[in-house]
């Protein structure tokens, strides 16, 4: 595999905005992952070309992210807040609704490829908890009845 | 221009009138909850400080501003902005390229004012970012946001090309021969990235571990650049700084400290969210009148007054201003000043067990005592919490609060999560006594105790 025309464009525009192509890394390991939902090894040697650093460089990168992926995820990512603010505010029946509806644990990816559901840290939503995001929208506060209708618009 | 703040009244009790304050930081902000257009923004005052500044004042003269008016960085650490600044390089022998960096980390559990800021008024943002530029004569900027604030990304983003568009970006700013080119950066997540030097280094694509210091980060920051590093909100204060000269700006608080703050409220409150009042506006009457009191059937056991790194205050001594200085007459912190609220149904344990195994998870594991003592403290928290505790357990706790105290770690991020754990040792005893003699958690329904406790260990990230 090796980067298309569209994503080699993308990553060319991120460059300027640092002033050398390594220091790029982070911003290019989130543009690719964007467009193939994951990053494998492949993906991780196509950037290693084009920015000229090593696939362990960049493993190094990517495993210390939370938000840089090195196994496959759904279409859709649930990030449902684990912190102190949304807990006191009825994390665990969230949580418990959400994984009986996807029926997989935190952490898993539904057997249809649909969602994977993962813990986040405090969205800085506290003040909307319990929230959780689903891709880039934040909802909350999510009663464990309004899960269902979350999750439906997300095909 | 006058003040119009409530100066000089220690004490306000009942709902306060707060027609006719002066909001610097909210003044834009549209009703309907819309991000600030660069229409809205320049209609109620905005980038005027940025005309002034460019205008009127030499670079050092807007530090001087910033300086007299006794703003603290508004992250937490509260220390003096215009000091900060004043420690850069000036003059015609500066080093080149010099940055300015926005903190838009916003990581900490319990800290909610940034992501307001940045989806109602990212103009005001702008502005500070270009006025902090100008003091300190810098060539480029970063805006650093976590991962996750997809629409604040998003109204930034769009500001930034509304605001290049009318000329305060780029070259030739306003007309003037400086310019200034300013980046917005997506964090790929992790707490640690919100410590200044580790942001740096996670802005170099470089492992976010935080950095010895010194040297400085306004000697050599962001690429051994001199470089500044300040919070969303600390920006966000400076326009109006700089428009209305520092004695306005003091004349805005209750308390000695100067200016105005984004309070927040979470948890069983009838209204949580985010309100900009007067610095020294009291806990109390952030919680009661502000936020509408509790909700019913709640009561109130104890705040954690702005994060997570913050110790928890009781309920009994809500009335201190939330300022800098009086938060530490109760042993805490101002932090961020969003507060989220312990109430009685909540178990203190839980919740202590709930911030250590945040930090426990987030720390870097560059030095030992935060790798290995997180860890052991949330272990020891979690037995407690389950009913396998001892007494014992509370003493280990207490030395490891000591063990993990200022100054001997590499960074703050252990100690910030010593402050919680070492205010629910004093403050919750009875509870901590009640979880080991009962060999359950209270708060837990009977049959499902030990289950239903904590939170279980979260999955694991792909």
């Known amino acids: 595999m090796s980067l298309t025309d569209e994503e080699r464009r993308e990553l060319e525009e991120l460059l300027p905005h640092y002033p050398d192509r390594r220091a790029a890394a982070d911003s290019a390991l989130r543009a690719l992952q964007r467009r193939r939902r994951w990053l494998s090894d492949e993906s991780l040697a196509d950037l290693g070309e084009f920015l000229g650093m090593s696939v362990a460089e960049l493993d190094s990168l990517a495993t210390f992210a939370n938000m840089l992926f090195r196994q496959p995820v759904g279409r859709h990512v649930v990030l449902l807040c684990d912190s102190f603010a949304c807990w006191s505010l009825g994390y665990d029946g969230l949580r418990a609704e959400v994984e009986a509806r996807l029926g997989v644990a935190t952490g898993g990816t539904t057997p249809d490829g649909r969602f994977t559901l993962l813990p986040i840290v405090c969205l800085g939503a506290c003040d909307r908890g319990p929230a959780m995001m689903v891709d880039a929208d934040l909802h909350g506060p999510v009663a464990p009845g309004g899960v269902g209708a979350i999750l439906e618009d997300y095909a | 221009m006058s003040a119009r703040g409530p100066n000089g009244s220690a004490h306000r009790p009942g709902a306060p009138d707060t027609t006719g304050w002066e909001r610097p930081m909210s003044r834009a902000m549209r009703a309907d909850g819309a991000p600030a257009t660069l229409e809205d923004y320049v209609a109620a005052g905005g980038y005027e400080g940025l005309r002034r500044a460019l205008g009127e004042l030499k670079p050092e003269d807007v530090t001087k501003a910033v300086k007299d008016s006794g703003l603290r960085g508004r992250g937490g650490a509260g220390y003096s902005t215009g000091g900060k600044w004043s420690t850069m390089p000036l003059g015609p022998d500066a080093p080149h390229p010099k940055y300015v960096v926005c903190n838009g980390d916003e990581m900490e559990p319990g800290s909610f004012k940034d992501r307001y800021l940045l989806s109602r008024n990212p103009h005001l943002l702008i502005e500070g970012m270009l006025v902090a530029a100008y003091a300190v004569q810098a060539d480029a900027g970063y805006i650093f946001l976590r991962a996750q604030y997809d629409e604040p990304y998003a109204n930034v983003e769009r500001a930034l090309a509304e605001a290049a568009a009318a000329g305060y970006l780029g070259e030739h700013i306003l007309g003037t021969d400086w310019s200034f080119e300013l980046f917005l950066h997506e964090s790929v997540g992790r707490y640690i990235c919100g410590e200044a030097s580790a942001m740096l280094n996670a802005l170099e694509s470089q492992r976010p571990n935080p950095r010895a210091r010194p040297p400085h980060m306004t000697g050599a920051g962001l690429y051994a650049r001199p470089t500044v590093v300040n919070n969303v909100e600390t920006f966000c204060a400076v326009p109006s700084i700089v428009r209305n000269g520092a004695d306005w700006w003091k004349g805005l608080s209750i308390t000695a400290e100067g200016g105005t703050k984004i309070y927040g409220v979470a948890g069983r409150v009838q209204r ?25 059937g709640f009561e109130l056991r104890a705040v954690s007054p702005g994060g997570a790194s913050t110790a928890f205050v009781p309920a009994g001594q809500i009335d201190v201003p939330m300022d800098f200085t009086a938060m530490a007459t109760v042993q805490s912190r101002m932090g961020t000043g969003t507060m989220v609220l312990l109430d009685d149904h909540t178990c203190p344990i839980g919740m202590t067990l709930n911030m250590l195994q945040f930090f ?8 030992t005592p935060c790798r290995e003592g997180l860890q052991w403290t949330a272990h020891l928290l979690h037995g407690i919490e389950e009913g396998r505790g001892t007494l014992e357990d509370l003493d280990l706790l207490a030395e490891h609060v000591w063990f993990m105290g200022a100054d001997k770690t590499f960074c703050d991020l252990a100690p910030g999560a010593m402050q919680p754990l070492e205010a629910a040792l004093r403050l919750f005893r009875d509870d901590f006594v009640a979880h080991i003699d009962s060999g359950r958690c209270p708060y837990a329904p009977e049959e499902t105790a030990a289950a239903e406790a904590a939170p279980a260990p979260a999955g694991e990230t792909p």
């Open chain 2, 272 to 296: 949580p969210g985010c309100v900009e009042l007067p610095m020294g506006t009291s806990m109390r009457e952030l919680i009661e009148v502000h936020a509408g009191g509790m909700q019913p």
């Open chain 2, 360 to 367: 426990a998870q987030e720390s870097c594991g560059w030095c």
